[in-house]
């Protein structure tokens, strides 16, 4: 009897190693999980002006994270940030009088957005401008 029970103590034994190793599993998998959430965030550029450049509004730089759409990001940091069918009206209070041919422009890295604000997922060192200027 003295033969089994030391036997059945070394199992459980072991399974008890066994199972707080695994324990400390996850936490190692929660570190590697921080360490990546840190590297999913990054710094862009956002600069809001009127006149093709000439009167700046303003300008952040902000910490966004992976995927997170230009829309979202504008109507969190931005203030008065209005959109009316996919297409931005109002930023910072600044929008078109009745009749008047401006609108809000952007690039993104010094090129014409080839997408809406809402369509285009930051990536890492993005500069976006956003310009309130005549349309022809």
Request: hydrophobic share 35%.
């Amino acid at each position: 009897m003295g033969k089994w029970y030391r036997i059945v103590s070394a199992i459980f034994l072991s399974l008890g190693i066994l199972a707080g190793c695994q324990a400390e599993s996850p936490g190692n998998d929660g570190q590697q999980q921080t360490e990546q959430q840190a590297k999913e965030e990054f710094s862009v550029q956002i600069t809001i002006s009127q006149n093709n450049g000439e009167k700046s509004v303003a300008e952040k730089e902000l910490e966004v994270k992976e995927g997170t759409s230009l829309m979202k990001v504008l109507k969190e940091n931005f203030e008065g940030v209005k959109e009316k069918d996919g297409f931005i009206t109002q930023i910072e209070g600044i929008k078109a009088k009745d009749g008047e041919q401006k609108a809000w422009f952007f690039t993104i890295n010094g090129e014409t957005a080839k997408v809406g604000a809402k369509e285009y997922e930051l990536k890492e060192g993005d500069e976006v401008v956003f310009d309130f200027h005549k349309w022809e």
